[in-house]
Every structure is written in structure tokens, then in C-alpha cells.
């Protein structure tokens, strides 16, 4: 996890909002068994922890997150929306 550049630095033209948080971690949210690539957006109250125990999954593949081998992973520059739950 990190981050290119600031918000500030970038000239950010995004409204921030539930589907499009800042850069970084929500407050309140859990992360376990998780890759979590840079510039990524993941909102607040999120629980990703592959709760089911998903092996191999691609089908939130559009939002920036698979599961491969049981690893949850956030792709980079992905937004993940406030309240979210994998």
C-alpha cells in the first residue's frame, strides 16, 4: 500500500463521495489475508476478508478486487465503495 502522488499535488477533479473515497483506508474498516496495491481508494466500514473463503474468484473484477489462491487482492488506482463486504 502507498501512494504516487497527494490528492492535493494531483489537481483532483473527483467528488469524493460512498463510491469514490480518498486515498487510502476508511476509518473503520478490517483488512485480512490482503494484497492492497498503490493509489488504491477503499472507503470507510469495508470488510474485506474473503469471509467465505473464496479460493478463486474474478467476478468483482470491474470494482479492482479478485481473490486468487485465498489471497484477496486490491488492484492499483482501484476504488472500492464505503460499506463494502468480500
Do not use: Q, W
Amino acid at each position: 500500500m502507498g501512494a504516487d502522488y497527494y490528492e492535493e499535488e494531483k489537481g483532483f477533479n473527483k467528488p469524493l463521495g460512498p463510491n469514490y473515497p480518498p486515498m487510502g483506508i476508511g476509518a473503520g474498516t478490517t483488512i485480512k489475508k490482503a494484497i492492497v496495491d498503490k493509489n488504491a481508494r477503499i472507503g470507510k466500514a469495508c470488510m474485506l476478508v474473503n469471509k467465505e473463503g473464496v479460493h478463486e474468484s474474478f467476478d468483482r473484477l470491474e470494482s479492482g478486487i479478485c481473490i486468487r489462491d485465498g489471497i484477496l487482492l486490491v488492484s492499483k488506482g482501484s476504488s472500492v465503495p464505503d460499506c463494502t463486504v468480500v
